[in-house]
């Protein structure tokens, strides 16, 4: 196993422990189903996606691995990415609050439509990554860099961002709460604010890519932006 494998691994332990612990601390009770289920899920899909690149991709492995607010060049990158994992911790522990608490009633249906959104954000998550294989965690061009238009990149600009934004979508209800749901918005406009600054960094340094922008319409999902 390499380096940069094994510190993936190291991350993934690291993350999966905390997530754990901010779940379970924060609901204050084991006999939490809708946060095992979510937890598994998430933890699940992470682990297959470490092991995918670990063994079809450790080039793509190693970029992912240099994220984070010091990776990047730009100011406004290095304050989105300061404050981007924010919102996502904070719906685990809101999400985990209410649970104690009993503030929110979410039926059976929206659980596991929570829990398909989370997958399926994941598998769009993993459909960008097979298909470019630049898809760097930072904003940047590589050496050798391409403009990228297969896959999921032939129907949006950005599918990570919307396998992202559909996981985040899908966490606090998989997890049985509507209130963590609120923190929502700030993630969003976290993304949003990222994708439109890396777009213009993408149309001035990546030859070929404001004629895939006139190619492609739409950034997130089709027919609607």
């Known amino acids: 196993m390499s380096e940069v494998e094994k510190r993936a691994w190291r991350q993934l332990t690291a993350a999966g422990i905390s997530s754990w612990v901010l779940i379970f601390v924060s609901a204050w009770s084991l006999s939490y189903w809708q946060g095992w289920a979510y937890w598994v899920a998430f933890f699940a899909c992470t682990v297959w996606l470490t092991w995918y690149l670990a063994r079809k991709n450790p080039e793509l492995m190693a970029r992912r691995l240099q994220a984070g607010p010091w990776a990047e060049t730009e100011r406004a ?26 503030w929110s009633h979410v039926p059976l249906v929206a659980v596991v ?7 399926v954000g994941y598998w ?16 940047e061009v590589q050496p050798g860099q391409h403009v990228v238009s297969t896959g999921p990149y032939a129907a949006v600009r950005h599918p990570m961002y919307s396998g992202a934004l559909l996981m985040l979508l899908g966490t606090p209800p998989a997890m049985g709460s509507w209130w963590g749901l609120t923190l929502y918005g700030p993630v969003a406009v976290a993304i949003l604010w990222r994708l439109v600054l890396e777009e213009r960094f993408l149309a001035k340094h990546l030859s070929g890519y404001v004629a895939y922008c006139g190619q492609v319409r739409w950034r997130l999902l089709p027919g609607v932006f």
Request: charged share 5%.
């Open 124 to 139: 769009i998550v993993y459909a960008a990554m097979r298909a470019n294989a630049f898809a760097s965690a930072t904003v």
């Open 113 to 119: 439509a929570g829990l398909v959104f989370t997958v």
């Open 77 to 102: 990158q290095q304050i989105i990415q300061a404050f981007a994992s924010v919102p996502f911790y904070g719906m685990l522990l809101i999400s985990g609050l209410d649970h104690r608490f009993g």
